[in-house]
């Protein structure tokens, strides 16, 4: 059960770093790489919480969570791609 807080305060720095990146990114894709961390940290951090609590409720949020996060990382970069694509053209 230590084993899981570790874990726990090594996502929440992992969380600070991808929050950082995501509010200072140079660029766009450094943001939706950012995004797609902080989605896996919400991930890693449901499964801790099942596993702390015995619950399983927590393993239907995370699949939710890696659902929702793998769309939204797709319709981003496919943003991204198109307003490249778009800067070429002019």
Sequence with gaps: MNLVYAFVLLLVVAGIIGFY???SGP???D???AFDLLFA???VMCI???LASNSTAFLDIAIGLSLVGFVATI???RLIDRQLT???DR
Excluded: D, G, H
Aim: glycine share 0%; aromatic share 4%.
């Design 21 to 23: 990146r995501l509010l």
């Design 86 to 88: 778009e800067e070429e």
């Design 75 to 77: 319709a981003w970069a």
């Design 41 to 43: 940290v919400a991930i």
């Design 31 to 33: 943001r939706v790489i």
């Design 48 to 50: 801790c919480a099942a």
């Design 27 to 29: 660029t766009r894709a």
